[in-house]
């Protein structure tokens, strides 16, 4: 238990559909991220969000819109998205944006897009 | 651009066998994290080791910045080290960026 909780665990959803992934950290956090692991490639930064303000966006496509409610929660909202964003998608926490610290990860959502 | 490459990309133990990743990087070093991913997905932090060495159980880590890498020794392998490791390096100015990671296999 890391301390970050991600639902779903699991997910699979048409091209047409409008699905979200949740992310809350239990720790007290000030940073959250989205990162995306597709099959033998090296995990990407997608969206950093500092005091729930957006930091960083990685060139992630507009199918991809975050939501970062308080310091706690961050939601990663999916619409019209392709088959090759079949990917496990992690959020993770740092006390703050990456100054020195460990980054803490969730479980992870596996998406299938069919 | 920032590079980070893994060796051995993949590695099969026999339980009890001890074994050293390595991590190379390209620039000065300001974060770097050595992670495990389990099977079912769930990433752990191991080290957060810009400099130094560090111990934790049956595993440690060391990194040498000036020579650019950093090493993490596992030892007295257990079937629940089985997984894939990465390790993470940010120059000063970048972001966190992760090596493509090594797949370990501790067979019993």
């Known amino acids: 238990e890391t301390g970050v909780t991600q639902t779903p665990r699991h997910l699979v959803m048409g091209m047409t559909n409008k699905k979200s992934l949740k992310c809350e950290q239990h720790?007290?956090?000030?940073?959250m991220y989205w990162y995306k692991q597709s099959a033998k490639k090296p995990l990407e930064l997608m969206f950093v969000?500092?005091?729930?303000?957006?930091?960083e966006n990685n060139s992630v496509p507009s199918r991809f819109s975050p939501e970062c409610p308080n310091s706690s929660h961050l939601f990663l909202h999916l619409h019209t998205l392709q088959p090759e964003d079949s990917a496990l998608y992690l959020c993770a926490s740092t006390p703050e944006p990456l100054v020195g610290e460990k980054l803490f990860f969730g479980s992870g959502t596996q998406l299938s897009v069919l | 651009g920032i590079q980070v490459e893994q060796s051995p990309p993949d590695l099969i133990l026999q339980e009890g066998a001890n074994s050293t990743l390595r991590c190379n990087f390209s620039d000065s070093v300001n974060n770097l994290q050595w992670f495990h991913q389990n099977p079912w997905g769930q990433l752990i932090n191991l080290f957060y080791?810009?400099?130094g060495t560090k111990q934790n159980g049956r595993l440690s880590a060391t990194t040498v910045a000036t020579e650019r890498y950093s090493l993490l020794y596992i030892s007295s392998s257990q079937t629940t080290d089985s997984g894939v490791y990465f390790c993470a390096f940010k120059a000063a100015g970048n972001k966190l960026t992760f090596g493509g990671g090594t797949r370990v296999l501790v067979k019993p």
């Open positions: 720790l007290g956090h000030n940073a």
């Open positions: 080791i810009p400099s």
């Open positions: 969000y500092n005091f729930k303000e957006q930091t």
